[in-house]
């Protein structure tokens, strides 16, 4: 079943470290797995706001994004205003790409991590 | 409204100064100084960021312009009235501690090797590993030095710890963080005196960055410094703290509760962290907990005593100091530590009382002002995962406080490890008493019933967030999640509460670097320079994506808006004032005793 959640995501590796450990320590047995909150739902918020603030646009709600299944990620939000801001993540593999639209605009189309790696230095 | 009589100003700083040995009218004279806010270094004067170099390697730390406060009116839905800031008055000055992950790098508990087996490990060693109790007296510094607002000039009044303050809940990464912030000066050495034992040195764990010699593996070819000695340094110097100048409070993290915050301990397991063996690599690791699995099972001894006679030697596996002081803490041991602390700066249990280590209640309330009501939940899982989850018993006891608090019109935050993202762990044992695990959606519609509840502080991800939580019907609550001390940008904040007399409330988010240069300069391996190192490596550690982690503009130094829950005129300036006479008074105890720089 595909889930759309915010808040979750499943991750493999972790489960399997987990059941591995657990297996070598003699832990206790858990019914259900932990999951782990989905790092890159944090991160593409990131990026989408600090995009949205360099090119000045007024945000009324930043974004919020979610994730359906493991790679379709969406972010919604709200310009001073009342457009809608939408962020869509159509290319996830490798570089993941953003495009960013305010009132069905395309304000920006671009890398996620060229923005956050761009944000994290002094301007030159 | 009226502040204080004349008489009863007199007689609230003569009952203060009394309280705190101070001399009446050194304390008169600093409560009737007007309020003015704190020039101390934060990052609205100064940001720290990344060389913009060419070389996208290992890459220097510069300073940049300060960030002033962005104004957030997701909860407020309208342009807020430009008069307010001629008006408003401070309700409350918090700091906020979160993820100060204080680490014995050289404990056998410890188990480096598992970042060979799963990436939710990757965090079982950092490059900066040696240096987290440095930073952490750093950020005291820092804290201390903002104890009255940047932006009203309030003083502190209290400071809120949001867990995972020991990494792998060895007693003495607790201890030294308990120490740090309470001021008491520590040698973080649990092993022997002029020496590292650890994997930093161990030639053959391939998976660390070493720093006498970085090109033994891909550390060097990513410019990683060659930093001689510096572990000796690390771990060899009595590291010294202020302390806070102002009352705090904690909550369980994860790796407060479960052993590298994922997994039960079980007890043979727990006599190892405090033995003499440890291992660099993972077969080892293998090794050494079959060993002690072993000592609990006779015929799993044989199987042991089998495969020893094949394999006289398992590479990796090193004698150290032994020390009983690094025993793995249990539940109850977390709050015990914590009632194990002087009366100033308080309050002894830092939260948690002999009450809640009898009853095993692992959570608490406290009015920091007649006004403001904190909760501290405990989030954490006790059977396995990084994650949390709100256990019923403690969702129906913060349902029915949130309730009476709004009955008696108090401000009310909570505090947890755990935030929204990350509040969705379902692991329960599979044989024993369990109760219901209410998750992030539940949970969040709670707190949305009670307009008094105006903010939830939180960590983990150790990412700067702010979240808007709405109300249908206007309204809501923050959601502030404060980064770390361990992980690039190594930060923390301060949160101040203000009414801006219009029927609206403020709160402001600012966010604190730690109390040392940007720029490391090559060999200074003093305290605030091995601060200063270990931010620069953290923002080096590629495999920690330590570049997001500052979180965006709108996370950081921010005026977050939301509607008055209620008639705020009911705090009267009065009440300000005497409440700010007891504040000014703990502070300059400080002062006169010492205590602060």
Known sequence: MTTTSRYSRPRLTLAGGLLCIAALCGCSQAKGLAVQGNMNVIYLETAATDVLVAQQIGVQSKPVCTVNGSADYSCTGTATGGAPIDVTVPETAGDPIMVITVGGATVFTGSVLDVIEANSQASP | ?????????????????????????????????????????????????????????????????????????????????????????????????????????????????????????????????????????????????????????????????????????????????????????????????????????????????????????????????????????????????????????????NHDTLFMGNIQVESALASWAINDRKSSLWPATVNLMANWWASNSSMFQQLVNTIRARNEFFAGVHTVTANPERKIFDQAGFMQAHLQSPALPGP???????????????????????????????????????????????????????????????????????????????????????????????????????????????????????????????????????ASCVDYPQQQQVIEIVDNRDSTLSIFTTVVDHDSTAQWSQGDYSQAGLASLSRQLAANAWQFEPLPRQGSVLDRNCELLLPAPFELATITDAQLERERVIARGRLLAGDVTGQLP
């Not at chain 2, 369990?434 to 959606?441: E, I, P």
């Open chain 2, 348 to 482: 002894v249990g830092h939260g948690f009382t002999q009450n809640n280590v009898d009853t095993g209640q692992t959570w608490w309330k406290t009015d920091v002002t007649p006004w403001l009501r904190v909760f501290g939940l405990d989030t954490c899982n006790q059977v396995t995962g990084a994650d949390g989850a709100v256990p019923q018993d403690q969702f129906d006891w913060l349902r029915s406080e949130l309730a009476q608090a709004q009955s008696e019109k108090k401000l009310a935050i909570v505090c947890s490890h755990h935030n929204s993202f990350t509040l969705e762990n379902v692991a329960e044992p599979a044989i024993g008493p369990t109760q219901n695990l209410v998750h992030s959606d539940e949970f969040v519609a709670m707190l949305l019933e009670y307009p008094s509840m105006v903010a939830w502080v939180n960590g983990h991800t150790h990412i700067n967030t702010i979240t808007a939580h709405s109300r249908p019907g206007g309204g809501g609550f923050w959601e502030i999640t404060t």
């Open chain 2, 1 to 253: 409204m009226a502040g204080l009589t004349r008489r009863a100003f007199l007689a609230t700083t003569a009952a203060v100064a009394g309280s705190f040995a101070l001399p009446n009218d050194l304390l008169a004279r600093a409560a009737a100084a007007p309020l003015t806010p704190s020039t101390a270094p934060s990052t609205l004067q100064q940001t720290i960021r990344l060389s913009s170099t060419a070389n996208l390697q290992y890459r220097n730390l510069v300073t940049a312009p300060g960030e002033p406060y962005n104004v957030r009116l997701d909860l407020l839905g309208r342009e807020p009235a430009p008069a307010r800031a001629a008006s408003r008055r401070s309700l409350a000055y918090l700091g906020h501690f979160s993820d100060i992950h204080i680490i014995d790098a050289q404990s056998p508990g410890r188990l480096e090797p598992l970042i060979a087996v799963a990436a939710s490990f990757i965090d079982a060693s950092r490059p900066q590993d040696t240096m987290t109790v440095q930073v952490l007296a750093q950020m005291v510094a820092a804290m201390n030095a903002l104890r009255t607002s940047p932006l009203t000039g309030a003083p502190m009044t209290a400071a809120l710890n949001t867990g995972d303050s020991a990494d792998s809940r060895n007693s003495l990464e607790l201890r030294w963080c308990i120490d740090m912030l309470d001021g008491e000066a520590v040698v973080p050495n649990s092993g022997k005196r002029g020496e590292y034992q650890g994997v930093q040195v161990w030639e053959e764990a391939d998976y660390v960055y070493h720093p006498d010699n970085p090109n033994l593996n891909d550390f060097g070819a990513r410019g990683f410094p060659t930093l001689p000695g510096v572990l000796q340094s690390a771990v060899d110097q009595e590291v010294s703290s202020v302390g806070l100048a102002v009352p705090w409070y904690t909550v369980y993290g």
